[in-house]
Structure formats: C-alpha cells, structure tokens
C-alpha cells in the first residue's frame, strides 16, 4: 500500500466536509484539483480498502426527519462481546456501536421512528442475547459541533 500522499489528502480534506451533490460528485471534485475522476476514483476505493475512509454517505438530524435518537450502554461479559454486538448490529437504526473500557462496556446509537420502537428492538435484543442490562440514555438538549480533520 503507498503511503498517503498530499493529493489523497486534499480529497479527503474535500469529500469530509464539502461532497459535491451533483450527479457525478466525484468528477466535480477532480475539476477542482486538475485530476481525472478516474484517478479520484482510483484513490477513494484505494482510501476505503485501507480503511482511511469508512463511510462515505450524509448526516442528517433525526428529529428534523420525524425521528428520535438515543444512546445506550450496556454491561455485557467479555465472552458475549462478539455475539452482543452481532445482533446489535442486526437493526438498522444502530449507527454505531463501540466497546468502552467500563463497566458499561457497548456503547450503541439507535435511530427509530419512535422511542417505543427503540425500548421494543432492545427488549429484542435483550430476548436474543441474555444482556439485560442496557441503558437507555436519550438526549435531553443537543450540543453538535462539525468535525472537520484538516489533513
């Protein structure tokens, strides 16, 4: 694998906070550094095989969608991690789902159209792994800040 060069990072620089909406973003973002959108391509696919770049898709505010959001922590035994977090992943309204070095050991976001769908996939859950223990932590107020890494 080459290492990452400057114009790797000016396309990452371009796609984390400012990819094109247009039908052919990609192309877009070559005309803006004088390359090709084949050599664009080239370098995205390259950049998500190494896994510099996990996803690339839009972000968007839950409620503003008619939707609600919350973060759960649960207390799973370390011979259940593999298994807890299989089946969290199964829904998709988990947008991530993480281990923390804590008693509450999964941490997972979960997206629904409701907060009775949410308690209802981790009743679920609970049902199909033997985790009872899960805390359900809805947000109160919203601080959201941009996360931009300047590369």
Known sequence: MPPMDGIDREILNRIQSNFPVTPRPYLSIADDLGLSENDV?????RLKN??????I???FVPDKLGFVST???ARVPEDKIEEFAGEVNRYPGVTH???????FNVWFTFIAP???????NLEKISQ???ITDIINLPATDVFKIKAHFDL
């Open 41 to 45: 391509l080239k370098r995205v696919i």
């Open 50 to 55: 190494e896994r510099i770049i996990r996803r």
């Open 57 to 59: 898709g839009g972000n």
């Open 71 to 73: 973060l759960c922590a």
């Open 97 to 103: 789902n993480y281990r923390r070095d804590n008693e």
């Open 114 to 120: 409701s907060m009775e769908e949410i308690l209802e």
């Open 128 to 130: 199909k792994t033997g």
